[in-house]
T-cell receptor, first 114, second 117 residues
């Protein structure tokens, strides 16, 4: 049973560009959450998607947007990249109310903005 | 507001020593969930344990044990007889986990653990 799959694993982008990161949730999970982990910090919640809609959002600007598809997979889009967007982006899948059922994390996409 | 504090930024111990990682949390809710995750250099967050706010029973899993004390809002993690493979960053985390409410995870800043051979 595959866990959470994220692609690509590494990415280098230039400041001002746009980037799309992808996540396939664990089989049976219907909710996808995205986290940003800057170097030396704990992961920070970006947003969560359930039933193809944004269910919750953390304190991130509108440059960060997402999408969930009918098969529950998800994309994270970041526009107008800044150097400070360089981080490990983690995807977590769960059933809605993940605190009850538990979260499964992917290995992340390491984004470097130059 | 929810908050998780891991005061120990980095810890180094010699192999076979016991080590305790501290975690203090803040929440206004009576129903919440606490987690510990391990992050090896590969980056993936590895789930270690989940406890709900109504279960203060301590738990032991092999060399790992957890001490949950609501009176002090602490959820500490002890590794007994540490091994080099335990070297990683460990995160304590908190979630309200209610299906009808906010269930995002709030992470601490992590404790980097070095087990020296």
């Amino acid at each position: 049973d595959a866990g959470v799959t994220q692609s690509p694993t590494h990415l280098i982008k230039t400041r001002g560009q746009q980037v799309t990161l992808r996540c396939s949730p664990k089989s049976g999970h219907d909710t996808v959450s995205w986290y940003q982990q800057a170097l030396g910090q704990g992961p920070q919640f970006i947003f969560q998607y359930y039933e193809e809609e944004e269910r919750q959002r953390g304190n991130f600007p509108d440059r960060f947007s997402g999408h969930q598809f009918p098969n529950y997979s998800s994309e994270l889009n970041v526009n107008a990249l800044l150097l400070g967007d360089s981080a490990l982006y983690l995807c977590a899948s769960s059933l809605v109310g993940g605190g009850v059922y538990g979260y499964t994390f992917g290995s992340g996409t390491r984004l470097t903005v130059v | 507001a929810q908050k998780v504090t891991q005061a120990q930024t980095e810890i180094s111990v010699v192999e076979k020593e016991d080590v305790t990682l501290d975690c203090v949390y803040e929440t206004r809710d009576t129903t919440y969930y606490l987690f510990w995750y391990k992050q090896p250099p590969s980056g993936e967050l590895v789930f270690l344990i989940r406890r709900n706010s109504f279960d203060e029973q301590n738990e032991i899993s092999g060399r790992y044990s957890w001490n949950f004390q609501k009176s002090t809002s602490s959820f500490n993690f002890t590794i007994t007889a540490s091994q080099v493979v335990d070297s990683a960053v460990y995160f304590c985390a908190l979630s309200e986990g209610d299906m009808n409410r906010d269930d995002k995870i709030i992470f601490g800043k992590g404790t980097r653990l070095h087990i020296l051979p």
